[in-house]
């Protein structure tokens, strides 16, 4: 009987569940979005039970289009010295900073904190936790691209650092055990899952560090770019931590289980998708995501429209929390046409700012880039994409790259199917391989992109 691989893909506004064969490739899958809920202005919370809902919602869903029995899937998915040891700039971006100010203003948190009846951990030790039985036993555990994103981690030692620990007043018994990206995080025991019980969940990585591994960006000086609700870049430095001086994160990218961490560069965006949402929900400009791809085609430029897109501060390289959105240069003949077009320039302008800060970093000028996620689908923005980069940008077939990754991370573990051998063996094979990519390459002259370039500076400066 052959064997499948089931990977969770959390993301901030929906939860996916999707089925992949022993051969990588998607089998089937299953989507819900949950609710974002905003008590204040500037206020986002997230409801983890709707989290936890939506995703066992989607593995049954996926399960009952498949009509898959349990027993055949293998795998659930699911200050300067402060920023050298975890990398990480002091952001409200990161756990650490979200669990000070809990502490500061939930007297409930801050007992259970003091009395040591406290968890805490990012999404997915919360999904582990539940999925492998929750308060009958279920297993506090993490890996170490989550733990990264803390603040709290050592990305040298892949501990948990005492001196961050000290640094936010945290007790170090809250925090999950950090394991390996690949290997055994604990056996599936929830009962709305019951015929998936004693199932292995064998693979976790963060949103990013999972897309990294599903693009196949294994050799040093690679790098993909996921255009979600936000927009990251991840630079693939190998074994070596490069200090970011350019606004940059210093992150752990990958761990299998028996070999060293590989680590990356990351720049974050806070808005990509997500302006086209507003465009659609807020403005009411567009009736559906596809339609802004029309629009934007129907004018050659933006007409001098610039749409800085901070609707929550701008991310790397710039961490302006304060900055605020605004859009510039309109005028009696500006269309919505120029503002659809100007939406994706946004974010392409901004992925130019990130790319020179890698150049600079790594000392490796990209050649060319790797695209996912679902404004990736958008040929008129990955044109515009590769006209502002100045480099090649190749769109993989299948663009599912984060549950893939963590797909790889369990199968290399129960070393199943093409992931057989082990994680040198898998990543010799890959590299052997042909993949269908299709590629965008640059259409404006060297003069052109400058102009482009110092744009950028003066629009996001």
């Not at 919360?126 to 555990?141: D, F, K, P, Q, S």
């Not at 120029?338 to 946004?346: D, F, G, I, V």
Request: include cysteine; proline fraction near 3%.
């Amino acid at each position: 009987m052959p064997s499948f691989v089931g990977a969770i893909d959390n993301g901030t506004t929906s939860s996916r569940f999707l089925i992949f064969n022993e051969h990588g490739e998607l089998v089937i899958g299953h989507q819900l979005e949950y609710r974002q809920i905003f008590p204040h202005p500037g206020w986002v919370e997230q409801d983890p039970m709707d989290i936890l809902s939506s995703v066992i919602s989607c593995v049954d869903g996926a399960l009952r289009k498949f009509e898959l029995q349990g027993n055949d899937v293998k795998n659930l998915k699911g200050k300067a010295s402060l920023k050298e040891i975890c990398g990480l700039p002091i952001t409200t971006y990161f756990s650490a900073v979200k669990l000070c100010w809990l502490l500061e203003h939930s007297s409930d948190v801050k007992e259970a904190h003091d009395n040591g009846n406290l968890m805490f951990g990012t999404v997915d030790s919360w999904l582990i936790y539940n999925l492998t039985g929750g308060v009958e036993g279920g297993a506090h555990v993490t890996d170490v691209t989550n733990a990264s994103r803390t603040m709290l981690m050592d990305i040298r030692t892949l501990k948990w650092s005492e001196k961050c620990l000290e640094f936010f007043g945290f007790n170090a018994n809250i925090l999950p055990e950090i394991k390996p990206s690949s290997s055994l995080f604990g056996e599936i025991k929830y009962p709305h899952l019951a015929d998936l019980t004693g199932l292995p969940i064998a693979g976790c990585l963060g949103d990013q560090q999972a897309a990294l591994v599903g693009q196949r960006c294994f050799q040093v000086g690679e790098a993909k770019n996921t255009y979600g609700t936000g927009c990251f870049m991840v630079f693939n430095t190998g074994k070596e931590i490069i200090p970011s001086n350019n606004g940059l994160l210093s992150t752990v990218g990958y761990q299998f289980e028996g070999e060293p961490a590989v680590y990356a560069l990351e720049g974050s965006i806070a808005v990509a998708g997500s302006a086209v949402k507003w465009l659609r929900d807020n403005m009411g400009i567009i009736k559906s995501a596809e339609e802004i791809n029309v629009l934007a085609a129907g004018t050659k430029d933006s007409g001098g429209v610039i749409f800085v897109t901070a609707f929550s501060g701008l991310f790397a390289p710039y961490w302006r929390p304060d900055v605020r959105g605004s859009i510039l240069g309109i005028s009696q003949h500006t269309t919505k046409h120029h503002l659809a077009r100007a939406t994706l320039e946004a974010t392409c302008f901004q992925t130019r700012a990130i790319l020179d800060a890698m150049n600079t970093d790594s000392g490796k000028p990209l050649k060319s880039l790797r695209v996912d996620g679902g404004l990736s689908n958008s040929d008129i923005c990955m044109q515009l994409q590769a006209n502002i980069l100045g480099i090649e940008v190749s769109r993989p077939e299948m663009r599912e790259s984060t549950a893939l990754g963590a797909a790889t991370a369990a199968a290399v573990h129960l070393d199943i199917g093409m992931w057989k051998g082990g994680f040198k063996a898998f990543s010799e094979r890959i590299r052997e391989s042909k993949e269908v990519l299709q590629k965008f390459t640059p259409k404006i002259s060297e003069e052109g992109n400058q102009i482009v370039n110092c744009g950028d500076e003066s629009d996001h400066g």
